[in-house]
């Protein structure tokens, strides 16, 4: 899924705040978009970082949300 620094006042479906973004190794607030893609891995230049548990926990919530499973 997309993260992005460009956080609204207000989530939107699906979309996520990541709480512990300093934790996670991002470098401005951010939050994660409702755009589910696939990338080849040698497409992948490098990794940021990584969610803690409670950030994970609600991106599989906004997971569930947006596949109609919640």
Request: no cysteine; net charge positive.
């Amino acid at each position: 899924m997309a993260v992005t620094s460009q956080v609204r006042q207000s989530a939107g479906l699906g979309e996520t705040i990541i709480d512990d973004w300093q934790a996670a190794g991002l470098l401005k607030p951010s939050a994660i978009k409702p755009v589910i893609f696939t990338a080849e891995q040698q497409l992948i230049i490098k990794t940021l970082g990584q969610l803690k548990e409670k950030d994970q926990s609600a991106l599989k919530g906004a997971i569930r949300v947006i596949l109609g499973w919640a």
